[in-house]
């Protein structure tokens, strides 16, 4: 068996939210991005390079070895720790009193093993569970950890030269804000799968996961990737407790009744068997409800109730219970591990009370280089140009109105070569056409009037110097906003405007002429 690790570099917010209930104008996205998610990103990757000169279906041997057969398992991304290293969830029977909760540093009691005191009762101790959703252990520290979210408000509109119109409708993203890092890891069973993987994974590949990707959303880069035979992905700590073996859940688990196949909330059908005893002193549980969303399909995937990261079960310490549990340790356990569902560790941490800090991930959060700052700056700049450019020509495209047209023929030829100037970057291609066209048809353009002229004169002032266009939207006046490129600029974007005004003005024409 091996193992990739690499970090997940976040370029921009990345939503993926979870499927199930909630507000509907809301996304909420996940902690952390999921494993199935990765998996995807992968087999995108995979089907535009790997296999690019090979058709590929599910049953392709290669193809299911690294995606479908559970033989290649993609687990989890969750925040890197200050010490370069991935977190795991928090346990859900990790306590504080209530009043301590929001210092950087506070004691925590791990209530698999703590039983209240006299003196707690009598002090009516309230006890309220760690919300830092991530940690990081060591022999001499515990730390904790919360990722940044970025909320952005956005607005859906059916039509959007309207901003009266009564469709619209406001909505809310909660991502996982850029500039954050992630660390994953990949167990790879097969060598061939490893050597595939391998030219997938390489550093500085650049992938798109989550939703909403033409918005500026779900771009990731692949960093420090490394190939290692072995990988601890938790390191037990003071793990001598003989009395007690304690599973903790590191993913999200799907467990299913073996007769029924309904979803359970327990594991402990899991372990039962011949000669293994198992009984259960006390679980610290939360359940919820698990779904994806399948591009190809355009839809949702069946929704499954889970036992979620962090859950804690204990049990009576039994020899063959243990044994069962090693051996279900290194595949993990349940439905979906491909997934990255199902990990569990043993015994992994038997203090009582102990102190833990909440870090901060900015800490680790690897600065944005000046290049990719100034495109991302160059990207939102653009979008704000273009949005207010669209809105005037838009306007204008609903009041310019041909009188006494040519015929549709000659309108179609217009269209055509207006579409090829904008494809070659050459306006000429329209001026040398209006030229050498045959009088008759040239007769009829001199006909057609559009506002003060005809409408020869309007496209030969218009692909003379397409910078007139600013002038014939009424769009002089918009300045470029602060970080716009000179790639991006009004004037290297005069031959496209006026192209899309010719183009859909023409357009209008020969639909009215129709009817």
């Known amino acids: 068996m091996k193992v990739f690790t690499f970090d997940v570099k976040l370029l921009d917010p990345v939503l993926v939210n979870q499927l199930a209930g909630g507000d509907p104008n809301s996304a909420i996205g996940f902690d952390y991005i999921p494993g199935s998610v990765i998996r995807g ?20 041997d290669e193809f299911r070895k690294l995606f479908l057969d ?35 540093s506070r004691n925590v009691w791990d209530h698999v093993t703590y039983e209240a005191t006299d003196k ?10 760690v919300s830092e959703p991530f940690c990081d252990l060591t022999d001499d520290s515990v730390s904790v950890y919360s990722p940044y979210k970025r909320v952005v408000m956005h607005t859906s509109r059916g039509d959007s030269s309207n901003t009266s119109n009564s469709d ?11 500039g954050q890092v992630m660390s994953a890891a990949v167990i790879v069973k097969e060598e061939e799968c490893a050597n595939v993987l391998s030219q997938l994974l390489k550093d500085d590949v650049i992938l798109r996961v989550g939703k909403s990707h033409l918005t500026g959303y779900g771009r990731i880069k692949i960093l420090n990737t490394k190939l290692k035979d072995y990988w601890d992905e938790y390191i037990p700590i003071d793990n ?12 999200d688990t799907i ?19 011949p000669g293994i005893t198992v009984n259960e002193i006390k679980k610290f549980v939360h359940t919820g409800i698990r779904g994806n969303f399948n591009r190809t399909w355009n839809l949702p995937t069946p929704q499954n109730h889970t036992i979620l990261a962090g859950s804690v079960f204990v ?21 979906k591990k491909v997934e990255g569902f199902g990990r569990i560790a043993l015994n992994w941490y038997n203090e009582d009370d102990f102190s833990v800090k909440k870090e901060s991930v900015e800490e680790n959060v690897l600065q944005v280089s000046p290049i990719e700052n100034h495109d991302f700056i160059g990207r939102v700049s653009n979008r704000l140009l273009r949005s207010e450019l669209d809105r005037e020509l838009l ?11 040519p015929s549709n023929s000659q309108l179609s030829g217009i269209r055509y070569r207006a579409r090829a100037a904008f494809a070659e970057n050459d306006p000429s291609l329209v001026k040398n056409y209006l030229k050498n066209m045959r009088k008759s048809g040239s007769d009829q353009l001199e006909k057609a009037k559009v506002g003060n002229s005809n409408l020869k004169e309007w496209l030969e002032l218009l692909f003379s110097d397409p910078t007139t266009i600013w002038t014939t939207m009424n769009a002089s006046s918009i300045s470029c906003p602060l970080g716009v490129q000179e790639s991006d600029s009004k004037d290297k974007m005069a031959l496209e405007y006026a192209v899309r005004l010719v183009d859909n003005v023409l357009h209008k024409t020969q639909k009215e002429a129709k009817k």
């Open 70 to 104: 559970g033989s290649t398992k993609y687990l989890n991304a969750y925040p890197t720790s200050v010490r370069k290293k991935r977190t795991v969830p928090t346990p859900i029977s990790w306590f504080s009193k209530k009043g301590d909760e929001k210092g950087s």
């Open 240 to 251: 001598e407790e003989e009395e007690l073996i304690s599973v903790t859940l590191l993913s």
């Open 168 to 178: 619209s409708n406001m909505f809310r993203y909660e991502a996982l804000d850029s």
């Open 255 to 273: 467990i299913r009744d073996q007769v029924s196949g309904s979803c359970l909330s327990d594991i402990k059908s899991l372990l039962e068997g």
């Open 120 to 129: 707690d009762r009598d002090d009516n101790v309230i006890w309220l569970q």
């Open 315 to 335: 049990y009576e310490y039994n020899e063959g219970l243990l044994s069962k549990l090693k051996e279900l340790e290194l595949d993990g356990i349940g439905d």
């Open 395 to 405: 306007k204008r495209i609903k009041e310019i109105h041909v009188i006494s047209p």
């Open 41 to 60: 990103a992968l087999i995108n990757q995979y089907l535009n390079q790997a296999a690019k000169n090979k058709d590929v279906d599910a049953c392709d």
